[in-house]
Each structure stands twice: as structure tokens, then as C-alpha cells.
């Protein structure tokens, strides 16, 4: 009868019984995650609903051997809360940031892994959730990730998918954290190789947003032209071949950088027409028990 109380109850009324289910029980049936991850999305679930989610996330992490699965699936509530900016805003000033990446170093699972990278993608779309991610760990949060990035560690590529994603979405909010990615050859490289494959929209995305601010751009043009172009045409020559070929996202973006690192801009006049890409994660959980 879970459709029939769908109709008789408001998200803000599902959302506090789930949430306090997994209180007593530390678990939900299936259907009662689906519930609540299409739920945190809805505008009127309450500040004070989203701010507990980050302290639950943090008491299920104290219990050994940690509750895996929940802690999964919860990660994966989060990360669809945070796809709501006003969610994420709320989540982030109560230490989501700091909360989640803590799930990540605790839990060895690469399942942990995926769901934290997918939260962390949606969380830093907000100026506060970039600051934050680059302030954990001492501020050694961007090299982790390009350390994981390069390695072999990651495993599942939705995990690659939605670390690449962060890294977008963090260069489109922050510019120093962008300014730190341009400034070193090492992590422009990682990035180049990953032009190809299964993972090339997002790889491309983290180059396209670095190129959007100007003094980035002006950086890697200066030094890496042909340590990104090179990579760049590649891509493209593959992209070429595809059914899709001048139309998908990777292609345009990857098309536009090309043309920014070739052009010679008067001072002061760097990339006005580029507006970075922002890719927001709403998918279903890809964690499944």
C-alpha cells in the first residue's frame, strides 16, 4: 500500500518517518529509499529535515562493523538532496562536506568510494560546498583526488565518472581551485588522459571549465597547449566517427577549448563567450544491495 500513502502524505511527512526509521532500524526497504531520494528533491522539504542528515550519516560510521549498505544509500539521499542548491546549501553548513569525505576515508568498499564522489559532485555546485571541499584534510582534498584519478584504486568507472564530475563542477564554482589544476603539468596530464574512453565528457568538462576563467586559460596556454591539444584532437578524431558527432557535449566542448587555446585574445578580452558546464547528478543510486 506504499502508493496509496504517497497519495495521502507530503513529502516533508515521508521524508521524517524514513528518516527516523533508519533512526530505530539503521534500514530501509528498497522502495522506501526510492521514496526518499525522489522526496529530498522536493522544494518544500524543511531546512531543519536536511540539517540532521549529515550527523546521521556520521553515527552510522561509529558502528563496527559499519552499516555498508545504509551508509551507501544514504550517501546516495544526500547526493540527491544536494542537487536542489538550496538543499545543498543547507547540508554544507552542516558540515556535510567534511562528513562525507570522512565516510570515504573510513570506508575501504569501492561502493563508499562511488557514493561519496557522486555527493561530493552535487555538493560543491554551491560556492560554500566548493570552499569547504578544498579546506578538508588540510587542504590536501585536490591532490587526493587526482592521486585516486591517476591510480588504479577507484575500480568502477561510475566511480571515474563522478570524481571527473566533481572536479567540473568544483572548477565552474571555485577559481582557486582551478588555478591550483592549471598551475601543475602533473595533473593537466592525468586529465589529458582521460580525453578517451568511456570517461571522455567529463574529463573534457574539468578542461573546458579550467578555460573559462581567464587567468587559467592564459596559464595553460602558455605552457600546455600541446600537452591538452594533442590529447584534445584525439578525442575529437574519435568523436568524429561517432553517430553524434557535432552534436554530443563532448564534442562541442572539446571543439571550443581547441579554438581558445589557438586564439590570440587582446589583454583583458580572454574567453567572454565561455560559460562553464555545471553537471548535476539526479540519477537512480548506482549502489545496489
Not at 88 to 103: F, I, K
Not at 204 to 227: D, F, H, S
Not at 234 to 257: F, N, Q, T
Request: net charge negative; aromatic share 6%; proline share 6%.
Amino acid at each position: 500500500m506504499d502508493w496509496l500513502r504517497s497519495w495521502v502524505t507530503t513529502p516533508e511527512q515521508r521524508c521524517s518517518e524514513l528518516v527516523q526509521k533508519i533512526l530505530q532500524t539503521e534500514q530501509l526497504s528498497e522502495s522506501e529509499w526510492s521514496t526518499l531520494y525522489t522526496d529530498l528533491q522536493s522544494p518544500t522539504i524543511p531546512a531543519t529535515l536536511l540539517a540532521g542528515l549529515p550527523s546521521l550519516l556520521e553515527a552510522l560510521q561509529t558502528h563496527t562493523p559499519p552499516r555498508l549498505v545504509t551508509i551507501c544509500h544514504l550517501l546516495s539521499a544526500m547526493a540527491k538532496a544536494a542537487s536542489v542548491p538550496a538543499h545543498a546549501t543547507v547540508l554544507v553548513q552542516n558540515e556535510a562536506v567534511s562528513v562525507v569525505w570522512a565516510a570515504w576515508k573510513k570506508g575501504a568498499a569501492p561502493e563508499i568510494g562511488v557514493e561519496v564522489l557522486a555527493a561530493l559532485r552535487n555538493l560543491v555546485l554551491v560556492p560554500p560546498g566548493a570552499e569547504a571541499l578544498m579546506a578538508v584534510e588540510g587542504g590536501t582534498a585536490l591532490s587526493r583526488l587526482f592521486s585516486e584519478l591517476s591510480g588504479a584504486s577507484l575500480g568502477k568507472v561510475e566511480a571515474r565518472i563522478h570524481l571527473l564530475a566533481a572536479l567540473a563542477n568544483l572548477v565552474a564554482t571555485h577559481e582557486f581551485a582551478a588555478f591550483q589544476i592549471a598551475q601543475k603539468t602533473d595533473s593537466l596530464t592525468t586529465l589529458a588522459q582521460r580525453f578517451q574512453g568511456n570517461c571522455n565528457r567529463f574529463a573534457i568538462a574539468v578542461a573546458y571549465n579550467l578555460m573559462c576563467w581567464p587567468n587559467c586559460a592564459q596559464m595553460v596556454r602558455g605552457k600546455a597547449t600541446e600537452l591538452l591539444k594533442g590529447p584534445l584532437v584525439k578525442a575529437l578524431g574519435e568523436l568524429v566517427l561517432s553517430p553524434c558527432e557535432g552534436k554530443s557535449m563532448e564534442y562541442e566542448l572539446a571543439s571550443r577549448i581547441i579554438a581558445t587555446l589557438d586564439a590570440t585574445p587582446a589583454p583583458g578580452d580572454e574567453n567572454p563567450s565561455l560559460t562553464p558546464v555545471k553537471l548535476v547528478w539526479t540519477g537512480q543510486p548506482i549502489f545496489q544491495t
